[in-house]
């Protein structure tokens, strides 16, 4: 279980998150709705460790969120973090190492998902030669390649298609089927 109790977070004078508090069950999707600049990727950098709350708390299943648990938690940050030079398959290998997984089981879970999200031929395409929503869509594999148990997606929706944004609702769905956690932010009601 992720709660997030009375957080507050001060840049200096500017408060940008102010006594937030809530809790996601295993199996449970948070939609996170707010307008540009409401603070909803300040609270996800703070869930993940990467900005210390100025007040409150956030824990994931009764402790603090550590450098432990990375291999448990799966984000999708809203700017592009790919590395344009690198093809699908190094950028996939890449990341997912970072979160402990064998290269064997990397291969396997990369093929699944190029395959689910009709991209099977892109492995050896070079990052900076794909569509942004297909750029997305590798953003997407890196971030859920591990089976996350807690699952941060910052506005996955924005700039794609209808079709895509089923096909990510769909991924959603089937993660929290599978008792995920699933927080994602955005600003556009009708995704929430």
Same mark, same amino acid.
């Given at each position: 279980?992720?709660?997030?109790?009375?957080?507050?977070?001060?840049?200096?004078?500017?408060?940008?998150?102010?006594?937030?508090?809530?809790?996601?069950?295993?199996?449970?999707?948070?939609?996170?709705?707010?307008?540009?600049?409401?603070?909803?990727?300040?609270?996800? *950098?703070? +869930?993940?460790? !990467?900005?210390?709350?100025?007040?409150?708390? =956030?824990? /994931?299943?009764?402790?603090? $969120?550590?450098?432990?648990?990375?291999?448990?938690?799966?984000?999708?940050?809203?700017?592009?973090?790919?590395?344009?030079?690198?093809?699908?398959?190094?950028?996939?290998?890449?990341?997912?190492?970072?979160?402990?997984?064998?290269?064997?089981?990397?291969?396997?879970?990369?093929?699944?998902?190029?395959?689910?999200?009709?991209?099977?031929?892109?492995?050896? *395409?070079? +990052?900076?030669? !794909?569509?942004?929503?297909?750029?997305?869509? =590798?953003? /997407?594999?890196?971030?859920? $390649?591990?089976?996350?148990?807690?699952?941060?997606?910052?506005?996955?929706?924005?700039?794609?298609?209808?079709?895509?944004?089923?096909?990510?609702?769909?991924?959603?769905?089937?993660?929290?089927?599978?008792?995920?956690?699933?927080?994602?932010?955005?600003?556009?009601?009708?995704?929430?």
């Amino acid at each position: 279980m992720l709660i997030v109790s009375n957080v507050k977070k001060n840049y200096g004078d500017f408060t940008a998150v102010n006594n937030l508090s809530f809790t996601i069950k295993p199996g449970e999707v948070f939609g996170l709705l707010g307008t540009n600049g409401a603070g909803k990727t300040t609270t996800f *950098k703070m +869930i993940m460790g !990467l900005l210390e709350p100025t007040e409150g708390s =956030i824990t /994931l299943d009764g402790k603090e $969120i550590t450098y432990d648990d990375v291999d448990k938690i799966g984000y999708m940050i809203e700017e592009r973090s790919l590395l344009p030079r690198l093809t699908v398959k190094e950028l996939i290998i890449h990341y997912a190492s970072l979160k402990s997984i064998p290269e064997d089981i990397i291969i396997e879970r990369m093929k699944y998902w190029l395959e689910r999200f009709n991209i099977p031929d892109y492995e050896e *395409k070079k +990052i900076n030669t !794909l569509s942004k929503g297909n750029q997305q869509k =590798i953003q /997407l594999i890196t971030s859920i $390649i591990n089976n996350p148990q807690l699952l941060i997606l910052d506005e996955p929706f924005s700039g794609f298609d209808p079709l895509n944004t089923l096909k990510f609702v769909e991924v959603i769905r089937d993660f929290q089927k599978k008792g995920s956690m699933i927080i994602f932010s955005t600003h556009q009601i009708d995704h929430v």
